[in-house]
Nanobody
């Protein structure tokens, strides 16, 4: 079945940059959307950015102009370039994908394990 693996997290100073990546593997036929979410301790998981075949690219307001999402269809990867990072960006970042499996008629949603991003001041 499908696996999503995030990487690229780490510790960075405020104003710095990180690039997160998410690699999807398995019997994937079509990936409709690939999104980034994040969750901080004591807070609900919040949506950050989306790359959709239908809806295009979208960001939450707090990261517009700072984050960029892009996808590599051939390698089934999605990236999140994060610039001008702020302490409030500190969270575990999760990759999410809506995928049609090679021999399935239904879309399924998958999550990665997450990668920690810590922004210090």
């Amino acid at each position: 079945q499908v696996q999503l693996v995030e990487s690229g997290g780490g510790l960075v100073q405020a104003g710095g940059s990180l690039r997160l990546s998410c690699a999807a593997s398995g019997s994937i036929f079509i990936t409709k959307t690939m999104d980034w979410w994040r969750q901080s301790p004591g807070k609900q998981r919040e949506w950050v950015a989306a790359f959709s075949v239908v809806g295009g690219i979208n960001y939450r307001d707090s990261v517009k102009g700072r984050f960029t999402i892009f996808r590599d269809n051939a390698q089934k990867k999605v990236y999140l370039q994060m610039n001008s990072l702020k302490p409030e960006d500190t969270a575990v970042y999760y990759c999410n994908a809506s995928i049609l499996l090679r021999y399935s008629n239904e879309w399924s949603e998958y999550w990665g394990q997450g990668t920690q991003v810590t922004v210090s001041s």
